[in-house]
């Protein structure tokens, strides 16, 4: 599992509340990345981080910001939730294995948006 | 041009038989092109990888084709087993470390 540790695992909320989900390293990636998972769609990147402090937008940013302050954590946040942000979210990190950059996943956060 | 089209969406096969799961892109600047297993619950895992270079790729009972010149890349499971059930993704690594998906495929094997 690379390490990756996803936090919480599964949370109800209200539209309109804020969320913040935590991804943990232990390994010291430099990569980090934020997808959701839906029916049809596959995976979509939200958001990714190419070091403390530098992060980028994806294929589906809006409505999320994140932060990353230190190389093991990096958090996704909803400022304020709406019922199609309800999805399976995933972290993943980058490892270098020989000439290929290989992307693992954490095990998924469930998150319902009521 | 980002996009990874992947089909079928949904395939049952019979115990030891062949599933194929295709998919399609579009960039020609994708450079590696992973495969991942899903069960319920879990995270994707890699089960095989290729790059464009290369025509075909085999690792057990996986095994990927790759036509460079369709943008066409498939992956076979020989002698499949129902323990094989789980979604998979085809996927195809952009600029920037970035993974495109294609939209999942639900296997089901048969005993």
């Known amino acids: 599992d690379a390490g990756i540790t996803q936090s919480p695992r599964h949370k109800v909320t209200e539209t309109g509340t804020p969320v913040t989900l935590r991804c943990h390293q232990t390994e010291n990636h430099r990569y980090m990345y934020w997808y959701r998972q839906d029916p049809g769609h596959g995976l979509r990147l939200i958001h990714y981080s190419y070091g403390v402090k530098d992060t980028d937008k994806g294929e589906v940013s809006d409505g999320y910001s994140v932060s990353r302050s230190k190389t093991e954590d990096f958090l996704l946040t909803l400022e304020s939730a709406t019922s199609s942000q309800t999805s399976v979210y995933f972290c993943?990190?980058?490892?270098?294995?020989?000439?290929?950059?290989?992307?693992?996943f954490g095990p998924g956060t469930r998150l319902t948006v009521l | 041009q980002q996009q990874v089209k992947q089909s079928p969406q949904s395939l049952i096969v019979q115990k030891g038989g062949i599933p194929i799961i295709n998919c399609a892109y579009e960039n020609t600047a994708f450079d590696y092109f992973p495969w991942y297993q899903q069960f319920p619950g879990k995270g994707p895992a890699l089960l095989i990888a290729i790059r464009p270079d290369v025509s075909e790729k085999k690792e057990g009972r996986f095994t990927i084709s790759f036509n460079k010149s369709a943008k066409q890349f498939s992956l076979h499971i020989m002698d499949s087993q129902p323990g094989d059930s789980a979604t998979y993704f085809c996927a195809a690594l952009s600029s920037g470390q970035k993974l495109v998906f294609g939209q999942g495929t639900r296997l089901t094997i048969n005993p």
């Open positions: 993943a990190i980058s490892q270098r294995e020989g000439n290929t950059d290989t992307q693992y």
